[in-house]
């Protein structure tokens, strides 16, 4: 008789992450948790992960006050303002997922550098100042929150690296001394589509292009999975962060680690759904490599099964060009306005 696998296909995990963030010994433990969730699912929850709660809450307060703003007023701080550097509001619909426009309005956000910066100065994309709305203590909000959750960004990394039965510094050492990091307010309005508008999800079917992505959702929910076994949902969990890993992870770990697609249903619920993703990525110059020795790693090309039909394993060069070949496909407007 052949034997059922134990790992609960239906819902995803839930690891609490606290020894890992204390560096305590206990962090192997949880490093396995998350490696067989990396290698199920490629999604999981983690919970004593240390981000304080008042702070998450303070920036949900802001941004539904900074999205209620009529949009005449948003529009001040248009992603096309933002330049290269890639930062800024956009409208609801004006981000396409899959070729098709979501319904969630968003600010895009990243590591605050001065204009004086030489990365800002050699005119990188997607570096550079923030747009920060003029609301009250929203820019500080943002900041911290950004601070405080790349942290655990690094702490996580590292359970990764140790799951892979590397080094717990092994990325660090290769990619996120200096990560990459972009943050995104999104908010799902549960308002209808207009007749005749081509919209059916909050965020199409999609991966996450870099390392690993933590995100804050509200008690809203929507967000669902595709995993081997059919979609699921990640439904809120209160106090946990959801977690996914993205492309390159898959890229590195020769798809060991798969990332895995996901999207967001339309908000009906009658209030509005917010969400705040952070992109913990390798640093734009990074060159992306295989992991050498992983065992079960068979790099195999599973383009035809893949929302994107892309060979993730062919990819060769800097994690900032696949970053823009990607981002240039969701925002094709801007791309010619400002690249
Ligand atoms: O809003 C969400 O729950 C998910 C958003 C997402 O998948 C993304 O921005 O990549
Ligand atoms: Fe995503």
């Known amino acids: 008789m052949l034997s059922t696998p ?12 606290a020894p890992l963030v204390a560096g305590a010994p206990g962090r192997v433990g949880v490093a396995t948790q998350i490696g067989a969730a990396c290698r199920a699912h490629g999604f999981f929850y983690v919970t004593g992960h240390g981000v304080d709660a008042a702070l998450v809450r303070r920036l949900e307060d802001l941004s539904h006050r900074f999205f209620e703003l009529p949009e005449a007023t948003k529009m001040q701080w248009r992603m096309a303002l933002g330049g290269r550097a890639w930062r ?5 619909g004006g981000e396409l997922t899959s070729g098709r426009p979501d319904w969630k309005e968003g600010l895009y956000l990243g590591a605050e550098l001065p204009a004086s910066h030489p990365l800002v100065q ?18 500080e909000t943002i900041l911290a929150y950004m601070a405080a959750v790349t942290q655990l960004g690094h702490r996580l990394m590292e359970g990764i690296a140790l799951s892979l039965g ?5 990325f660090a050492e290769r990619y996120t001394a200096d990560p990459l990091i972009l943050l995104r307010l999104f908010n799902y309005p549960s308002q209808p589509v207009p007749e005749g508008l081509d919209v059916q999800w909050g965020v199409g079917e999609h991966t996450d292009y870099g390392l ?10 929507g967000l669902a999975v595709h995993t081997p076994g059919g979609w699921i949902d990640a439904p809120p969990i209160p106090g946990s962060f959801v977690c996914n890993i993205g492309d390159m992870l898959d890229r590195m770990t020769g798809g060991l ?3 895995t697609p996901h999207r967001v249903k339309r908000n009906t619920s009658g209030r509005d759904r917010l969400s705040f993703p952070l992109f913990f990525d390798p640093n734009f110059e990074a060159r992306v490599q295989r992991i050498e020795g992983l065992s079960g790693a068979q790099a195999r090309d599973d383009s035809a099964e893949r929302w994107d039909r892309a060979n993730v394993h062919a990819f060769n060069g800097r994690y900032g060009d696949y970053l823009l070949a990607k981002v240039s496909k969701v925002f094709p407007q801007l791309r010619d306005e400002v690249l």
Do not use: C, E, W
């Not at 590397?166 to 092994?170: F, G, N, Q, S, T």
């Open 6 to 17: 134990m790992t609960d296909t239906q819902t995803l995990p839930v690891i609490d992450v």
């Open 88 to 92: 800024g509001f956009f409208p609801l």
């Open 122 to 139: 050699a005119k990188t994309p997607v570096h550079g100042p923030n747009l920060f709305p003029d609301v009250p203590g929203l820019r």
């Open 166 to 170: 590397l080094p717990a510094a092994y």
């Open 212 to 221: 690993l992505t933590l995100l804050h959702q509200d008690q809203v929910g």
């Open 257 to 259: 680690y798969k990332s």
